[in-house]
């Protein structure tokens, strides 16, 4: 499976849009990339996934790169709530579904 | 409706002791998972289910054994729990084996072996 590289920590004011980028310069063409947060003390939440095509829902967007090697996940508004560790995982399905969680990005929602 | 709950919440148990975790989850899912979250922060999978089969165990010592009695359960005992054990253990669901959807996960079970 893909590895992914995300930064350590970032913040961001409250309100303001938060963008968390992730490196899979090693995707292949079969592979998703799949973004969950977690939030202190809970269990691992899912947010958006996508193949290609940017996405959007309810949560956020995900831009992915015309070449796949890389993604940023957009929180448009962020607020205190959605401070957490996210993690970029890119998916396989051909193989055993099985999600492989790296170090994630700790992101601080400042007031 | 909680979709994934896992009991207890928290375990405290001594060396060697033998121990179970249970989880359930009323989302009609065929698949279940459990991970394992070490003092690192590091999450990694376990065991999945399949409809109540074993798909993937990731060299886990044979103390630990998980049970589907239905696709709604998936328990996880150990055996001769070690201090090594300590962690924090999720049980997740997805609908399906090659599922595009995201897994739900539990709330977690906080084991501290002493």
């Known amino acids: 499976d893909a590895k992914t590289t995300q930064p350590t920590s970032m913040d961001c004011a409250e309100g303001r849009a938060a963008n968390l980028p992730c490196n899979h310069s090693t995707i292949s063409g079969n592979e998703y990339v799949y973004w969950y947060r977690q939030i202190h003390s809970q269990g691992p939440q899912y947010i958006i996934h996508?193949?290609?095509n940017n996405e959007t829902n309810e949560m956020a967007s995900l831009i992915i790169t015309e070449d796949r090697k890389s993604s940023t996940l957009i929180l448009p508004h962020a607020t205190l709530r959605d401070t957490a560790v996210y993690y970029c995982i890119v998916r396989q399905f051909l193989k055993t579904d099985k999600l492989i969680f790296g170090t994630g990005t700790r992101l601080q929602v400042f007031p | 409706d909680t979709a994934v709950s896992q009991t207890p919440k928290y375990l405290v148990t001594q060396m060697g002791n033998d121990k179970s975790i249970k989880c359930e989850q009323n989302?009609?899912?065929?698949?279940m998972y459990w991970y394992k979250q070490d003092s690192k922060k590091f999450l990694k999978i376990m065991f999945s289910y399949n409809n109540k089969e074993l798909i993937i165990n990731e060299t886990v010592p044979n103390r630990f054994s998980p049970k589907s009695p239905d696709k709604a359960h998936l328990n996880l005992h150990i055996n001769s729990l070690e201090l090594g054990d300590s962690a924090v253990y999720f049980c997740?669901?997805?609908?399906?084996?090659?599922?595009?959807?995201?897994?739900?996960f539990g709330q977690g079970t906080r084991l501290t072996v002493v």
């Open positions: 996508g193949l290609k």
């Open positions: 989302l009609g899912h065929d698949t």
């Open positions: 997740a669901s997805s609908q399906g084996l090659r599922e595009i959807e995201g897994a739900f």
